[in-house]
């Protein structure tokens, strides 16, 4: 078995909260994760023997999924490396069905004896699970695709990339962030590369590699005198890319309203870093916001979350149905509105898609994990709730005719379920940026990064934060303030949606370790939206003593 353990990690998480990361796999050295210990022929053929092994054993369907899962991830703290550590996963899933009922089963042992004795296990699953059945399963059909493959466009291989340059690079930032005001400041770069390969009895033999990257910080300054402090997170983006990320280019980042720094495809750690210094210096001497109604400004970078956590998990058809409950809910977003086909999720400009083909987005990847070509669909049209995430055995719930590819599984010892795909917030059609949009608040407050958050069981009601405030004053940033956070219904805030900047304001914010599941798993996943505004939300003052 595989071994699971999970490092945590104070002040690095949303809001400054503990981040608890999971290392899955065996401890290895770096050069392991260069190696390449088994070729696609070799795969194709091993695969062949779990198909043929839970076919003569009464399987009606059947796919194997050899997975190789890598990990690095490297810890600093101001001008010390604190961890740096690699992981290696490797084994063999096989899902059938038999008697209409689906089983799993896997193992580590990666040869002909360990493959075929867990296709036969997970058969005899499925007739055990069979005997309280109460449907089949229904599996919507997919196209055989032969022997293909698939990897992320990649120019620079993160895990190739010197231990040095990574830790030096960390440690360059830290420098930067205490020379620029900071008091303390962690650091981290979380690369991950998934080898899958997917085979069925659908006549399917599916190779991918994909790689993911993730630099993050946390800064902190105390004012010395009140012993008050104030932190800022990073304002990078988790990317479905290599290292390249981490080469800074000008054309890939822009100035924002109120002095911020926006980067897209390529991200400045260093420049970042000396600005959260300066920046939490500032915020330290702001006043703290006056609760009351405003219009927000809300920048890509902090309304990701708010879409993953309102619209992303809210239209996950397992989480409609009721399937998925335990793990954060259900969702408001039910049958019966999707079928009245006028159910208002939002004003007339939003519009919302799924998407796991985006270049450079943590979900993209050209199959999903049952073998379907992954593609882009609408969730909500011209503001009304138009689809739902859906895979092979729910389809046919929405009266759909296939998959929409979004079948996911974190390794090879867990049984792939339905996992949102990257849900984004289409760019508004007119020349319009956030200066722009900033020109035409009377009073706001722009709102950069992400910060605490809650919403309810429903996905309904919800309270977010963010990272830095700004207060807008008849078309103009007066400063930056403190305490705010903002408080609405899913409903009632996408229907104030008034106004969306135009594309080349586009951008993602990712989630890298999002959680569903019982027992629980993790998947990546990308937000995009441009720079958009709400209209007369109501904000509340967090300060515990104002």
Request: with cysteine; charged share 25%.
């Amino acid at each position: 078995m595989k071994r699971r353990e999970f490092l945590q990690l104070a002040g690095m998480g949303v809001g400054g909260a503990l981040l608890t990361v999971p290392l899955i796999g065996n401890a290895v050295d770096m050069d392991r994760l260069l190696e390449n210990p088994i070729d696609v022929l070799e795969k194709k053929r091993l695969a062949d023997v779990g198909l043929n092994a839970a076919k003569a054993n009464g399987a009606t369907y059947a796919d194997v999924r050899i997975g190789r899962y890598l990990n690095q991830y490297i810890f600093t703290r101001e001008d010390k490396l604190q961890n740096a550590v690699n992981t290696e996963s490797f084994g063999v899933g096989v899902r059938v069905i038999a008697n209409g009922t689906w089983g799993f089963a896997s193992t580590l042992d990666v040869s002909d004896a360990g493959i075929q004795k867990a296709a036969e296990t997970a058969t005899a699953i499925a007739k055990a699970n069979g005997k309280i059945q109460t449907e089949p399963v229904q599996l919507a059909p997919v196209q055989s695709y032969g022997e293909v493959s698939w990897k992320t466009p990649l120019e620079k291989n993160a895990v190739a990339v010197p231990l040095k340059e990574k830790v030096d690079l960390l440690l360059s930032a830290n420098a930067e962030a205490i020379n620029n005001g900071a008091n303390y400041v962690n650091s981290a770069l979380f690369m991950i590369n998934e080898q899958k390969y997917f085979a069925s009895t659908e006549g399917s033999y599916i190779d991918q590699d994909v790689h993911r990257i993730w630099p993050n910080f946390n800064v902190t300054a105390i004012d010395p005198d009140s012993g008050k402090y104030k932190s800022r997170q990073a304002l990078s983006s988790p990317m479905g890319m290599g290292f390249e990320y981490m080469d800074p280019r000008a054309s890939s980042k822009k100035e924002g309203p109120g002095g911020t720094m926006h980067y897209f495809d390529r991200y400045d750690m260093i420049e970042d870093a000396g600005l959260a210094g300066k920046q939490t210096r500032e915020m330290l001497k702001a006043d703290s916001i006056k609760a009351g109604k405003y219009d927000l400004v809300l920048d890509p970078n902090h309304l990701g979350l708010t879409i993953h956590e309102s619209i992303g998990h809210a239209t996950e058809l397992d989480r409609v149905l009721g399937y998925e409950a335990n793990y954060a809910g259900t969702s408001f977003a039910t049958l019966d509105k999707w079928k009245s086909k006028d159910f208002k999720y939002g004003s007339d400009i939003v519009n919302v898609f799924a998407d796991k083909t985006q270049q450079g987005s943590l979900g993209a990847v050209g199959y999903d994990d049952e073998g379907v070509k992954t593609k882009r669909w609408d969730l909500i049209k011209d503001g009304v709730l138009v689809n739902y995430q859906a895979i092979r055995d729910q389809a046919h719930i929405i009266n759909e005719d296939e998959s929409h590819g979004c079948c996911y599984s974190q390794s090879w010892n867990d049984v792939q379920f339905q996992r949102m795909p990257n849900v984004s917030l289409e760019p508004g059609k007119e020349q319009y940026s956030p200066d722009d949009m900033i020109k035409d608040v009377e009073k706001g407050i722009y709102i950069v990064g992400r910060g605490s958050y809650s919403i309810d069981q429903q996905r309904y009601n919800f309270q977010f934060g963010g990272t830095l405030f700004f207060e807008i004053e008849n078309g103009k940033i007066k400063g930056p303030v403190n305490d705010v956070a903002y408080q609405s219904n899913t409903q009632e805030f996408w229907n104030s949606c008034s106004k969306i900047c135009d594309e080349r304001d586009y951008k993602t914010f990712g989630s890298f370790f999002d959680g569903k599941g019982q027992p629980s798993q993790i998947s990546a996943v990308s937000h995009g939206s441009a720079t958009t505004r709400f209209d007369g939300v109501n904000v509340i003052n967090t300060a515990r003593n104002i």
